[in-house]
């Protein structure tokens, strides 16, 4: 029972720390996330934040070592990997991820399918050629 309030008290300061940064108060969401790193030192989410605080002050490498932090801390934790190949230019379409809800909300749509021929051979053909089913 206490961890699940932990949690969901790191859930609701998440949030919040999303709206400062949704209206460019980096400074006190800087403040928070620093906070969230003490009390949660084990936990992704406040190094992704800081991550999403830092890219967007310019800073991307510092970005990306936090998004590399998170990754290490919890290698199950979407938004961090989401981020990283963002930022690294892989996913250049991909919106910045808060929660696991931002990764699967900017999926790209798929550019290629694998057809198989009569004799099991795979080819990879453009889906705009076949109207793949996305």
């Excluded at 694998?114 to 089913?133: P, R, T």
Aim: hydrophobic content about 35%; glycine content about 6%.
């Amino acid at each position: 029972m206490k961890q699940e309030f932990k949690m969901q008290k790191l859930d609701d300061s998440s949030e919040e720390i999303r709206e400062m940064i949704r209206v460019g108060n980096y400074q006190e969401s800087e403040t928070r996330v620093r906070e969230l790193m003490m009390l949660y030192p084990d936990c992704a989410a406040p190094h992704n934040l800081y991550g999403i605080i830092m890219e967007l002050q310019g800073d991307r490498v510092c970005a990306m070592k936090h998004y590399r932090v998170a990754w290490a801390l919890d290698n199950t934790y979407m938004p961090a990997r989401h981020n990283m190949e963002r930022l690294a230019g892989l996913e250049k379409s991909w919106k910045i991820a808060f929660n696991a809800q931002d990764c699967i909300s900017s999926k790209p749509k798929k550019h290629m399918e694998i057809q198989y021929d009569e004799h099991g051979v795979g080819h990879i053909v453009k889906c705009a050629m076949l109207g793949c089913s996305h």
